[in-house]
């Protein structure tokens, strides 16, 4: 077995498969389908930051946010399994898929929270979550997308100072893999389940404008 913090190469990735994984459609919380891409005027993002089940609960609180909805990304292995990729053999990270409004939620807005909700600089971990599916990162979808996200990590760098190095991945999005149907909207199901959420204790300052 490899090192569960050292990043899979693609030759030596599983195989995986060809065959989606079937999940419910419907979102447990707001009734939104998971599966629906955005339509005219939406955006989405993938956004990585630990374990998946407190960072889904984080975004779908957020006013403008259409639909969340967990799975694996930013690997080799096709329709992995939960399985699978705590195993460290698929390269893919724990993401959120944020479909959201722009006229209602600004795009700077969810990276802020996405920032300070956890510790960007702790490379392929989180807290005791130890392992690549654990890495901080960002897909994005767009030229927009990737200048603000890499704008965003710039101005967080400079609040936390010469110290603390984010290790973020920040990449245009490849494929998505939803994550099996339990994980989707697990804290609304389990509301005393585990939430590895965290931060690094700094937050952006206020908008002055």
């Not at 245009?172 to 204790?201: I, R």
Request: net charge negative.
């Amino acid at each position: 077995m490899p090192d569960k913090q050292t990043m899979i190469s693609p030759n030596n990735a599983l195989v995986g498969r060809a065959v989606p994984m079937i999940i419910d459609d419907l979102h447990f919380v707001n009734g939104s389908s998971l599966s629906a891409q955005p339509t005219s005027g939406q955006e989405q993002i993938l956004l990585g930051l630990g374990c998946f089940w407190g960072a889904e609960r984080l975004f779908w609180k957020l006013d403008g946010v259409i639909s969340t909805s967990v799975g694996y990304a930013g690997g080799y292995t096709p329709n992995p399994s939960y399985e699978e990729v705590c195993s460290g053999l698929t390269g893919h990270t724990e993401v959120v898929r944020v479909i959201f409004d722009p006229a209602q939620i600004s795009l700077e807005r969810l990276l802020q929270e996405f920032w300070e909700h956890h510790d960007p600089t702790q490379g392929m971990r989180q807290g005791n979550d130890r392992g690549t599916q654990y890495r901080s990162a960002i897909y994005t979808f767009s030229d927009s997308q990737q200048t603000q996200a890499i704008e965003s990590k710039a101005q967080y760098q400079s609040l936390l100072g010469n110290e603390r190095t984010i290790t973020t991945d920040i990449l245009p999005a490849k494929e998505y893999y939803f994550a099996e149907n339990y994980h989707q909207q697990y804290l609304a199901k389990n509301p005393n389940g585990y939430c590895g959420l965290g931060g690094t204790g700094v937050c952006f300052p206020p908008n002055q404008s």
